[in-house]
Each structure stands twice: as structure tokens, then as C-alpha cells.
């Protein structure tokens, strides 16, 4: 299964780390992924990264919000930076075999957190 952490409270302009661990089992992927949601709103892409090293990230995360990986732990981390009130959600880490066309979209990914909110204050 998947366990993120690391969401909380901050204030606007402020800093998250959230941390996403793999465990449980053996998990056929080559790929993790953020999501976030918001009340009343879909399921949207934040950043993801392949096991070749690629990251991606949506237009309005690119520049604040980096992703990494720690292969020996199976465990992908994503620092946010310089949060708004827009990034108020709740995030979902994501595994799975997702090809070029699906890194953003959620049918790339068989494998879900439980989530974890990120509340930015203004």
C-alpha cells in the first residue's frame, strides 16, 4: 500500500514536504505520481516522476513544487514552495506503469494513498 504524510496547516508563502512510502508488498511500477483534489472540484495532476529520472509537473505547481525519489526506500517526497490559498487540498500520492500519454492522468495509476490535506492560509 501506499502511506502519504507531511500534510498540515501553513501560511500563505510557506512550506510542505509531503512524503509518500511504498510498503507492504512488491508494487509492479515505474512511476509515482501527486494528485490533489479540492472540495467540489476533480481530481487533478500536480508532478510525477519515472524511475528513468523524468519529472513533470502541472502549470501551476512548475517552479514551486519539486519531486524526488528515494529508491532505496521506496518513498517519493514533494516539496512545495511558496504555497498560495490555491493549493489548498487534498493530495494523493499514486503508483502505477504509466505511459507518456497517461503520467498526468489518473487511469496511469493503479495504486492510491489515503491522502493528506494541505491547508494554506491567506
Known amino acids: 500500500q501506499l502511506q502519504a504524510s507531511g500534510g498540515g496547516l501553513v501560511q500563505a508563502g510557506g512550506s510542505l514536504r509531503l512524503s509518500c512510502a511504498a510498503s507492504?508488498?512488491?508494487?509492479?511500477?515505474?512511476?509515482m505520481g501527486w494528485f490533489r483534489q479540492a472540495p467540489g472540484l476533480e481530481r487533478e495532476f500536480v508532478a510525477a516522476?519515472?524511475?528513468?529520472?523524468?519529472?513533470y509537473y502541472s502549470d501551476s505547481v512548475k517552479g514551486r513544487f519539486t519531486i524526488s525519489r528515494d529508491s532505496a526506500k521506496n518513498t517519493v517526497f514533494l516539496q512545495m514552495n511558496s504555497l498560495k490559498p490555491d493549493d489548498t487540498a487534498v493530495y494523493y500520492c499514486?503508483?502505477?506503469?504509466?505511459?507518456?500519454?497517461?503520467?498526468?492522468?489518473?487511469?496511469?495509476?493503479?495504486?492510491w494513498g489515503q491522502g493528506t490535506q494541505v491547508t494554506v492560509s491567506s
Open positions: 507492504g508488498g512488491s508494487f509492479d511500477i515505474n512511476g
Open positions: 499514486a503508483g502505477g506503469r504509466p505511459i507518456i500519454s497517461t503520467m498526468t492522468k489518473t487511469v496511469g495509476y493503479n495504486y
Open positions: 516522476t519515472r524511475w528513468t529520472g523524468h519529472t
